[in-house]
């Protein structure tokens, strides 16, 4: 291990699904121990997988680049997306999980006690964006993560974007998964989901977005300075 408690870089692994580069993206991302037990613990449980390595550490950068003191995750992802984000937030940041899954939730509490975060880094709440959105400050925010099926948030993208302060991002995770988005005959809850968020986000002039293709894929926005 590194003097960061970090596997070495390097190797020459392949990813399962036989993409070199993927793999090279999230062995650049080497995870931490207390992220490496939070992935292992998330993986367990029902619900989205976590994001990836690659995925994670862009959370990271963007986090770090926007000087994030207050973030808004939606879905907790057992804590891994949460860990990555406090990685790039200003130390007196506070991050705001919502959740409906209280087995995610738990585990997110436990990534960020055993990774060392005090309790005041992050607020916990349970519920769906539709009931908890009421309670959060509009304009407050300078990150909104949406790390959970877009049919969880979709109907209130609105609201979230409500919550950003001039110049902050939304980030969405997941737009690429397995390659549905742009097969026309998929048309599953969640594919149908991720073509109106896209659509409503790619066709809102207040915003300028762009889609990463990083692990499952990112749609990145930001709101008008």
């Known amino acids: 291990m590194?003097?960061?408690?970090?596997?070495?870089f390097g190797g020459e692994g392949r990813d399962p699904h036989g993409d070199p580069d993927s793999a090279y993206a999230d062995r650049f991302a080497a995870e931490t121990p207390?992220?490496?037990a939070a992935r292992t613990r998330a993986e367990q449980l029902p619900g989205p997988p976590p994001v990836s390595p690659a995925v994670g550490a862009t959370l990271a950068v963007l986090a770090s680049g926007a000087g994030a003191r207050a973030v808004v995750s939606v879905g907790s992802g057992g804590g891994v997306s949460g860990l990555w984000l406090l990685q790039g937030m200003r130390r007196d940041g506070v991050l705001t999980c919502l959740d409906t899954d209280a087995e995610q939730q738990r585990a997110a509490r436990r990534a960020f006690a055993d990774a060392g975060h005090p309790p005041g880094r992050t607020r916990m709440i349970f519920g769906s964006p539709a009931e908890v959105l009421p309670r959060l400050s509009p304009g407050?925010?300078?990150?909104?993560v949406c790390a959970t099926t877009p049919t969880d948030y979709a109907?209130?993208?609105a609201?979230?974007?409500?919550?950003?302060?001039p110049g902050g991002l939304l980030v969405c995770s997941g737009v690429l998964e397995g390659g549905r988005i742009a097969d026309r005959s998929a048309r599953d809850?969640?594919?149908v989901a991720w073509r109106?968020?896209?659509r409503r986000v790619r066709e809102d002039d207040a915003l300028t977005s762009a889609v990463l293709p990083i692990g499952a894929?990112?749609?990145v926005a930001s709101t008008a300075r």
């Open 2 to 8: 590194s003097a960061q408690g970090r596997p070495p």
């Open 34 to 36: 207390a992220l490496t």
């Open 140 to 144: 407050a925010y300078d990150l909104v």
């Open 155 to 157: 109907p209130e993208l």
């Open 159 to 165: 609201g979230l974007l409500g919550l950003l302060r």
């Open 189 to 191: 809850a969640a594919t």
């Open 196 to 198: 109106d968020v896209a």
């Open 217 to 219: 894929g990112l749609l």
